[in-house]
């Protein structure tokens, strides 16, 4: 007998004043659902941002289906919140019809008949029962995979962010009650005298933020040109005193710690993004240290296809660092093509972000190459900086 085919919808940054508002559509099983939540899928809100992205890769690995709409400040300001979310909400369930729908109402208990009337008028398919209710992400499991992924996408662009606006200081979260985002666009707006385009110029968050520019000090130009030198300074003194390289180790069945090889040769046989490979005899291995975009986001053709050329249908060398293998059972390796450090090289490039959980080999010289590549905007990833 056929299971039961269940779509949760809900989003992630409605009320910010920085960032995109991000809604999702998750489709599962209760087979799948009830694996999601062994695994600790919960409301996204209750997650730190490490298990949301634990659970979404769950999500995929499980092969639930799910779709998402990245709905811009500038979208947001033209069309007004109520009009943005329920287009994308609409759009969503027609992209993944389903028989039955839980959405996460984004109203009040007083006006949910309303909105599943206006919902189910915009939607083509016909004959599915839908149920909207608040707080749909903590009581409904099909709800809370939507609201991960959803999150788990903001939080992602977030960090782009975060990269674009790095010389501005920390954006936060984006929302307006974070000292953090409001430090970050008074400072930027002193210095620049616009908003950012990621900042809803709409929300009455700003014009509020204007009246705090007046006292505003703009920093010396000459403090930001030191800040650059000090970069430059220790980019070089990380590739000119590379960091120590312990041998590594992980545990056996018996939980005894023994090391693991530091280096062993394969053949790659199929590159599937900017930081992951497949190996001949199908082994995959994620590339240490390194972060580089999910499909469809900006970089992530031009981050895998550098990496196919270096490594596709060739002979590497993989070194291992402190942890063998990652929950996804993915080798954790530095790849190596004659004496090139490929994890290093997309970094440099400005093709990858460094990324470290504990591992610790060539931590300073990534973080280095890091700094150099920003300073000099280099690759997809920096190209675009202010």
């Known amino acids: 007998m056929r299971e039961r085919l269940l779509l949760g919808l809900d989003e992630a940054g409605r ?26 899928l919960n409301d996204s809100k209750k997650l730190s941002p490490q298990k949301r992205r634990q659970i979404f890769k769950h999500i995929r690995r499980l092969g639930v289906q799910y779709r998402y709409k990245v709905i811009s400040a500038s979208m947001l300001d033209q069309l007004g919140l109520t009009r943005a979310t329920n287009e994308g909400l609409v759009n969503l369930i027609d992209a993944l019809p ?31 029962k839908l149920v909207a209710k608040n707080r749909a992400d903590q009581t409904e499991p099909v709800v809370s ?21 790095w010389r501005w200081g920390n954006i936060g979260s984006g929302y307006t009650a974070d000292p953090r985002t409001r430090r970050f666009l008074v400072s930027y707006y002193s210095k620049r005298r616009h908003w950012p385009k990621e900042a809803r110029r709409t929300w009455s968050t700003l014009a509020d933020l204007e009246k705090e520019t007046a006292g505003f000090m703009r920093r010396p130009s000459w403090v930001g040109a030191i800040a650059l030198g000090l970069i430059l300074v ?44 497949t190996l001949k005899g199908g082994q995959r291995v994620r590339l240490l240290a390194i972060d580089t975009p999910e499909v469809g986001e900006p970089c992530f053709e031009e981050a895998k296809k550098r990496l196919a050329e270096l490594t596709l249908n060739k002979v590497v060398n993989l070194e291992a660092d ?6 996804y059972d993915r080798n954790l390796r530095f790849l190596y093509l004659n004496d ?17 959980f504990d591992n610790v080999k060539y931590k300073a010289e990534i973080q280095a190459a890091e700094a150099l590549a920003i300073s000099q905007r280099r690759g997809c990833r920096w190209r675009n900086l202010p």
Do not use: C
């Open 234 to 277: 220790a980019a070089l003194a990380a590739f000119n005193h590379p960091s120590p390289t312990p041998a590594p180790l992980t545990a056996n069945a018996n939980n005894t710690v023994v090391p693991v090889p530091i280096t062993e040769e394969a053949l790659v046989t199929k590159v599937i993004d900017g930081d992951t490979v």
């Open 340 to 356: 090139t450090n490929v994890n290093l090289t997309l970094v440099k490039e400005g093709l990858a972000v460094a990324y470290f």
């Open 145 to 165: 995979a939507a609201s991960v992924v959803a999150k788990y996408q903001r939080d992602r662009r977030l960090k782009w962010l975060q990269i674009k606006y």
């Open 322 to 327: 402190t942890r063998d293998q990652d929950a």
């Open 98 to 128: 389903s028989p039955e729908v839980f959405i996460d109402a984004p109203v009040g208990p007083s006006g949910l008949q309303k909105f599943t009337h206006k919902i189910k008028a915009g939607v083509k398919a016909p004959n599915f």
């Open 15 to 40: 009320g910010p004043v920085l960032g995109p508002m991000v809604v999702a559509a998750a489709q599962a099983t209760p087979t799948q659902l009830s694996a999601l939540k062994d695994l600790g």
